[in-house]
């Protein structure tokens, strides 16, 4: 079992649409990361995360140390969105267990 | 991002030769990492750095070797390069209560 679980794997949906990625981990972690990287493009930090919620424009996420688990919510969809989203669970030697990530396309 | 560089932004080298990745870093951030990235093996580890001369191994660290003689720069060298290194490199800073900053990358082919 991966120590870092991504659902789902893919994701289409229409423009507007609220979206929701899911990740769900089994380590001990010091934060939890969530990353965008577009097709042939770099790897963008979008939230770092240890309790709570945090909030960046259009996009959400919240975390549930208890359940372990976390959630990436983007609200009026756009195509621009469209990328694969990677979350990551730091440890305290600053390293990441990466998700498998979501590949996200949005249609117009 | 402008607090961290990677060069060259592209490679094409010949099996068997050398090859050194650069990466500089003006954020004085104490950690630095080497990634590279496959098609259906998303990122992997290569090296990691925790300070000037400080390294240590990850998951795919054989046929690599890496330096950090400054805090703002950390080499990742081929010694000898090899078809199954043509890849993508990222490299990755982060610091104490900030997360990690990615470089653009670097495709690198080896024919």
């Known amino acids: 079992k991966n120590e870092v679980e991504q659902s789902p794997q893919n994701l289409t949906a229409q423009e507007g649409e609220f979206i929701t990625i899911n990740c769900s981990y089994s380590?001990?972690?010091?934060?939890l990361h969530w990353l965008q990287q577009h097709p042939g493009g770099g790897i963008v930090s979008l939230f770092m995360?240890?309790?709570?919620?945090k909030k960046h424009g259009r996009l959400i996420a919240t975390i549930n140390i208890q359940e372990k688990h976390s959630s990436l919510h983007i609200t009026a969809s756009h195509p621009r969105d469209s990328a694969v989203y990677i979350c990551a669970a730091g440890d305290s030697n600053y390293q990441l267990i990466w998700g498998a990530g979501t590949k996200l396309i949005i249609k117009p | 991002d402008a607090g961290i560089t990677q060069s060259p932004r592209h490679k094409v080298t010949e099996t068997g030769t050398p090859v050194t990745l650069r990466c500089h870093q003006t954020?004085?951030?104490?950690?630095m990492y080497w990634y590279r990235q496959d098609p259906g093996h998303g990122l992997r580890l290569i090296h990691y750095s925790y300070g000037v001369k400080d390294t240590d191994k990850g998951e795919v660290s054989d046929g690599y070797s890496v330096s950090r003689s400054k805090t703002e720069d950390f080499l990742l060298t081929l010694e000898s390069a090899t078809s199954s290194q043509t890849s993508v490199y990222f490299c990755?800073?982060?610091?104490?209560?900030?997360?990690?900053?990615f470089g653009s990358g670097t495709r690198l082919t080896v024919v």
């Open positions: 995360l240890s309790s709570g919620k």
């Open positions: 990755a800073i982060s610091g104490q209560a900030v997360g990690y900053t």
């Open positions: 954020e004085n951030h104490r950690y």
């Open positions: 380590v001990g972690i010091s934060a």
